[in-house]
């Protein structure tokens, strides 16, 4: 009965030990598929953080190189249109000096007859034999000639003229003359429009300060005005 006793003991401890031993591995196991699983996710994880740093990093050289290629391309845009603006400075100062020769030239050549053309305006005038409106007449014709020499100065300086730099001279000018000449020079056409000019000079000073050439040119513009 001891030995009975003692080996059912014994098998029942082989028993539990077995199934210690099972649980054990059955824990084993699960640790295992615990262990594979962390490891899977490590590596599902340090693939996706891969993945999206180099996704990052062929952004940023995306990004980089469009820069670059922008950049350049500005650049050359910029180089082709300063190679344009050059050449259109270049062309404008080259139409700028020959308007500037032609206005010259054509100035010489005008004043070359408008000098004769005066210098016989004075000599009809120093014939005492003249009528009064014949002598009128001359004296139109001499005002009409000296305001066109002052325009063919004015041409001559057409560079200070660009410049901004327009010379006024102040002198004593014979305010009721130079009046009475820019009226005349408008009578015969208003006469052939059926209009009436009249002239009123009443309260004029004899003298006034003024740039008598300036002064004659503004009837043009259809005002009148002292300075």
Request: charged share 25%; net charge positive; hydrophobic share 45%.
């Amino acid at each position: 009965r001891l030995t009975a006793s003692v080996s059912a003991q014994l098998m029942s401890a082989e028993f539990d030990f077995a199934n210690q031993n099972l649980k054990i591995s059955a824990l084993k196991q699960g640790q295992l598929q615990r262990d594979v699983t962390i490891e899977r996710q490590r590596g599902e994880f340090r693939t996706r953080l891969f993945i999206g740093f180099g996704s990052a990093l062929l952004i940023i050289f995306g990004m980089l190189a469009f820069g670059y290629v922008s950049i350049r391309r500005s650049r050359d845009q910029v180089r082709a249109t300063n190679v344009e603006l050059s050449a259109s400075n270049s062309a404008l100062e080259k139409a700028l000096k020959a308007r500037t020769d032609f206005l010259a030239t054509t100035s010489h050549e005008i004043r070359t007859p408008l000098n004769g053309v005066l210098g016989m305006a004075q000599v009809l005038l120093a014939d005492r034999r003249l009528t009064k409106d014949t002598r009128e007449r001359v004296e139109l014709l001499r005002g009409a000639g000296e305001t066109m020499k002052t325009l063919v100065d004015d041409i001559l300086d057409v560079a200070k003229m660009e410049a901004g730099d327009m010379p006024v001279e102040r002198e004593a000018v014979d305010l009721a003359r130079l009046i009475a000449d820019c009226v005349g020079l408008w009578r015969e056409a208003a006469t052939n429009k059926s209009l009436a000019l009249e002239c009123t000079l009443e309260n004029v000073p004899a003298k006034v300060m003024t740039d008598g050439g300036r002064l004659r040119q503004t009837p043009s513009g259809g005002g009148f005005a002292v300075t």
